[in-house]
């Protein structure tokens, strides 16, 4: 067999997306309006090559475990292409298989999940669990099945195997459950194993060693990982490859040490001073991105990122929501503010609600909410915010702030990683000073 | 299936007597049934002696027959345990089939989700809202024709009665457990949706259908008294039966002849409870939401007097 | 023994002790622990689960399951609080005690505004109190959470889940208790987000002059929040000191091997301890870590080792630890390395 790890790919998203409905309430579904569409994956383009382990990084919401599985067709995509190229050869389309078909492409590709506790069912014994997959895909039964599942429970670790054959899920420990699990991924002999947070439930005196098993498996069995997590500190030591992914898109991709090393995107960036070390000279960091994950039925405007980040630029996509988070920062930062005389000077602020580039205010006094405006801009003159204001002006009797056109900037090339950022690659919108 | 046994067996406290005395009481209705033809004296619709002599009619009871005669001339402890024959016949039947039948049905439902499960859901429930003798009712007319006034129609009537109940709790059970990881492992193993359900599902939505029949038993047993009461039920001539007895005897109370209506009626009130009793007993054992563990009383060993750090 | 009296002590536990009644006997799930809390003070506890963290954390608010009991001395601002009735002790709940729990939206009733859940919290503890005083009590909590006013007649469910936990942080303090238990409070959160609510923990004492006993798994939380930890093992404190002291010189093996195993950025190997937490109806003879110690002695098999002061200013309950800083000495037949039986996986974790 040719070996050419630099090339070989197994798997390759091109612009995949995977857009979910969402049901309303009950109203809503009744007259046929409201109903949202929620991007979990929003085009995305990946390649994952033989024997490596791709880290797939993000926080929860940002699609890392639909892309995982859409990988085996568990979600279905809905848009673009996901093919994967087995090692006897030929190319399957993912997005089309069908059926049997479908089936059949996981005995290639197996999925490790992230509850060990509830990935295996409680009414089979281990020996019945672990040897399924043979079953269903008719690989094995009798004494073969019996000796290919005591086989897998040994690579795994669960030796004494006679121990454990008859046991049910509820009589193992969290780690000898996600051991028994990974046994039942690797009996079929795949070539790609979708690791979805394997260790994130597991106390962590075994973390380690179940990422210790998971290293040994990948070097003994040829594997492929596709490492889903939310934890930077594990995809640093169990990655080649980490792409950190943002409300569905991939903001960051490249080979680990130089993400680590020099992380560009300032959501990379945010994450690595996020985690908690346990060096008694850090302390916790203050300038944390604000505000949360934000809803991906109603993405911001522009760079997805924008709201939350402590280095935007004015064409990073500002909008009235923005505008919004703002005022009701403004609100909680200082106490002696007058909350309820502002609150009434520049009116309801539902309307900002709706992302657009020009924000109107409902306040009837303009010159009031002008004023408004003003108090909160010397507060923090530096919010990057007020960069991408273009024209604060008066229209029909309200006061309008009218933002800047934003970019959603691709993923472009900047030394050796692919960034998603205006401030990054060969044409960015707004070029950082220091790359 | 083990370990429930095994969790039954070590139930303490008021469920293992609720469960025992039900068991206790529903075995000896089991034993009158299993071996009435040698334990009554006469068959449930004889009124003669083998010699031809016609039995006494509303005998009060006597060393010659124990519980007395009806009106029938029929031998009433006879009748009592030809009865419990036909009732445990019924009830039995009636319960495998519905259990048989919704359990399917509330799975597929279930996991399938979709128009089919709108739809059968929809009928279920409007069954369901029914009360169930009015029901009971319509279905043993509508059978008579097609299989006549026996145990089989009167099982087959209740059945439809209670399918809805397996079907509701076994849909409602499925559509939580269809969202557990351990269904969406078996997706990602390659496992066709019928093997899903068969050997994913089932054996975790089941859990409840043991206590389910048996109180819908007893409630089936309630029922078809009242049907045979109506004179809808079980027709005289083909079997023994506790409710149509009853019936009979009510005229005759009023004379002061208590005992034709007393023991039908009692058998009645015995089974029902039995069967309630272990109805309940199981589900306090096996409901994990009622099960109490009974605790040690903690009481405190002397200080090891070398302590941790302070 | 009697109490001393230092104004500046919140909470103080003597042979604590909190055990759970079961079939199988009695589990010694906190078994003789001693520790002192000070105003104003963040006390980490950590250790894997199931090792009697979170008993230890309702333990000392009195909010333990039906057959737990507790033995001991837990005085609390002095009052000694394993005495006082039940009705004492709920009233002290809420007023100087408080709760910060893992799943903030199991705790919020999805029907109750945000408004609401503040009346009644403030209504019930504090009797008489006025609608304007509970408006600018509940809007300075949320102000100090970083949750703006224009949300405080929203429901629970309109809330992220970083905003929840800051909102039951807000419940908890708005009553300004002088003690605080929050247990995994960021563990359900994302990175950035944990991050933000650690920052508000570690805030706390300037605005609320609260003492706070910050239970997690998370050895890196520690580090950055709180100024002493507890290492539990067992149902024991094997370890407890300055959180610095103890990051940089962990005297116990279980604090040296705990550190070790967490994976961190500076991770450059991957470590762990065999084993698993004993059974703590039957825990193991002399220290309880033997069984899993890389240290072990023929006397930890034996007999408990006491907690002593070792130089760095920490306190730990180790042989080894307390014969290489020379504070007793043990003869060559004691100090005789531990045969220890192969540890498998079948004893995991």
């Not at chain 1, 979910?20 to 579904?29: F, I, N």
């Not at chain 1, 509830?118 to 009414?123: D, E, G, I, Q, T």
């Not at chain 2, 005395?21 to 009124?47: E, H, K, M, R, S």
């Amino acid at each position: 067999m040719p070996t050419k790890p630099e090339t070989a790919l197994v798997a390759e998203a091109r612009d995949l997306s995977v857009h979910y409905q969402l049901q309303g309430g009950a109203l809503s579904r009744l007259l046929g309006v409201g109903a949202r569409r929620v991007k979990a994956v929003d085009g995305v383009t990946v390649e994952l090559r033989r024997g490596e382990v791709l880290g797939v990084v993000g926080e929860s919401g940002s699609g890392k475990t639909t892309l995982g599985r859409a990988l085996l067709g568990l979600a279905p995509a809905t848009g673009g292409s996901l093919t994967y190229h087995p090692s006897r050869g030929g190319t399957q389309e993912i997005t089309s298989l069908k059926g049997a078909d479908l089936r059949r492409l996981r005995t290639d590709v197996q999925m490790v999940f992230q509850d060990p506790s509830a990935a295996l069912n409680p009414s089979m014994t281990i020996e019945e669990g672990i040897g399924h997959p043979l079953v269903i895909h008719k690989i094995a039964s009798g004494d073969e099945l019996h000796r290919r599942v005591v086989a897998a429970l040994e690579r795994v670790g669960l030796s004494p195997v006679e121990r454990f054959l008859s046991k049910y899920p509820s009589d193992l420990s969290g780690g000898q459950k996600q051991r028994a699990v990974i046994a039942r991924a690797i009996i079929l002999e795949p070539e790609v194993l979708v690791a979805d947070e394997p260790v994130s439930m597991l106390d962590m005196s075994v973390r380690a060693k179940i990422l210790q098993l998971m290293l040994d498996l990948k070097n003994d069995l040829g594997l492929t990982y596709l490492y889903i997590t939310h934890d930077l500190a594990s995809a640093k030591y169990f990655c080649d490859r980490v792409a950190i992914m943002y409300l569905g898109r991939i903001v960051e991709i490249g080979p680990t040490e130089e993400i680590f090393a020099h992380p560009r995107h300032p959501y990379t960036q945010a994450l690595l001073k996020a985690i908690p070390e346990p060096d008694p000279d850090r302390m916790v960091p203050r300038d944390l991105p604000r505000g949360e994950i934000p809803d991906a039925a109603r993405p911001p405007l522009g760079c997805s990122f924008h709201p939350r980040c402590p280095v935007a630029t004015p064409v990073c996509g500002w909008e009235s929501r923005d505008l919004r988070a703002l005022l009701e920062q403004h609100w909680v930062r200082d106490a002696d503010v007058d909350y309820e005389a502002e609150r009434s000077v520049v009116g309801d602020l539902d309307d900002l609600d709706r992302p657009q580039r020009t924000a109107r205010l409902a306040g009837r006094d303009v010159a009031a909410v002008r004023d408004v405006l003003d108090r909160v801009r010397a507060e923090d003159p530096d919010e990057p915010l007020w960069g991408g204001v273009r024209r604060v002006g008066e229209h029909g009797g309200r006061l309008e702030v009218e933002f800047v056109e934003g970019v959603d900037p691709p993923l472009r090339a900047a030394g050796g990683v692919q960034v998603a950022c205006v401030r990054y690659g060969e044409d960015a919108e707004w070029p950082d000073e220091g790359s | 299936m083990r370990r429930t046994l095994t969790t039954i067996w070590h139930t303490r406290g008021l469920a293992r007597y609720l469960l025992l005395a039900g068991v206790l009481l529903t075995a000896a209705f089991v034993v009158l049934a299993v071996f009435a033809p040698w334990i009554a004296p006469y068959d449930f619709a004889q009124n003669s002696t083998e010699a031809g002599e016609r039995l006494p009619k509303l005998a009060p009871p006597s060393g010659t027959h124990w519980l007395g005669t009806n009106d029938q001339f029929y031998d009433i402890w006879s009748r009592v345990v030809w009865g419990a024959r036909t009732a445990l016949q019924v009830v039995l039947l009636s319960v495998l089939l519905s259990a048989l039948v919704g359990v399917p049905l509330g799975l597929a439902s279930g996991f399938t989700g979709g128009w089919l499960d709108r739809v059968l859901v929809f009928l279920m429930d409007a069954l369901y809202s029914f009360p169930s003798l009015l029901l009971a009712i319509v279905f043993s007319f509508l059978l008579r024709s097609a299989v006549g006034g026996g145990v089989l129609a009167a099982a087959l009537a209740l059945t439809a009665v209670y399918i809805p109940q397996y079907f509701r709790v076994v849909r409602n059970t499925t559509v939580s457990a269809r969202e557990a990881t351990y269904v969406e492992a078996a997706r990602a193993l390659g496992a066709r949706p019928f093997t899903i359900m068969r050997k994913y599902l089932f054996g975790n939505v089941v859990q409840s259908v043991p206590v389910i029949g048996t109180l819908n038993a007893a409630d089936a047993l309630g029922t078809l008294a009242a049907l045979g009461f109506l004179g809808l039920g079980i027709q005289p001539t083909e079997a023994a039966e506790w409710g149509y007895d009853l019936s009979r005897a009510l005229d005759d109370t009023s004379a002061g002849v208590w005992w034709p209506a007393l023991f039908p009626g009692l058998a009645i009130i015995l089974l029902i409870t039995a069967l309630t009793l272990v109805g309940e007993g199981l589900n306090e054992t096996l409901n994990p939401a009622l099960r109490r563990r009974r605790l040690q009383q903690v009481s405190f060993a002397p200080l090891s007097r070398e302590g941790g750090a302070r | 023994m009697s109490a001393p009296v230092d104004p500046d002590v919140v909470l103080q536990a003597e042979d604590l002790r909190v055990w759970y009644g079961t079939e199988r006997g009695p589990v010694r799930a906190v078994d003789e622990v001693d520790f002192t809390l000070r105003r104003g003070e963040i006390l980490g506890l950590v250790g894997e689960s199931g090792c009697g963290k979170s008993t230890l954390g309702r333990g000392l608010l009195g909010l333990l399951p039906e057959g737990a009991a507790r033995d001991g001395v837990l005085r609390f601002q002095g009052r000694d609080m394993l005495g006082l009735s039940r009705r004492e002790q709920n009233r002290l709940r809420g007023n100087e005690l408080g709760m910060i729990f893992q799943e903030p939206l199991t705790r919020l009733n999805p029907l109750m505004r945000i408004s609401e859940h503040f009346s009644e919290t403030l209504r019930v503890h504090e009797k008489g109190i006025s609608k304007d005083e509970v408006e600018r009590r509940s809007l300075e909590a949320l102000r100090v959470m970083g949750i703006p006013p224009t949300r405080f007649r929203a429901y629970p469910h309109e809330f992220s889940g970083g905003m929840r936990q800051r909102l039951m942080i807000a419940l908890t303090l708005v009553l300004r208790p002088s003690f605080v238990v929050a247990d995994e409070p960021t563990t359900a959160l994302d990175v950035l987000v944990e991050a933000q609510i650690i920052r508000i923990l570690h805030d706390l004492r300037d605005t609320f002059d609260t003492s706070l006993l910050l239970i997690t798994h998370n050895l890196g939380i520690v580090a950055e929040a709180c100024d002493r930890v507890a290492v539990m093992y067992a149902g024991k404190i094997v370890e407890i000191g300055e959180a610095a002291e103890v990051f940089r010189h962990p005297q116990h093996p279980y604090t040296r091997e705990l550190l070790r195993s967490t994976i961190s950025l500076s991770t450059t190997g991957l470590n762990f301890i065999e084993g698993a937490p004993p059974d703590l109806t039957t825990p193991p003879p002399g220290c309880r870590f033997h069984p899993r110690c890389p240290d072990a002695m023929a006397v930890c098999a034996t007999r408990e080792p006491s907690a002593l002061d070792m130089p760095g200013g920490s306190r730990a309950a180790c042989w080894a630890a307390a014969a290489r800083h020379d504070l007793l000495t043990l003869d060559a037949e004691e100090s005789a390395p531990l045969e220890r039986e192969e540890l498998s996986v079948a004893d995991e974790a």
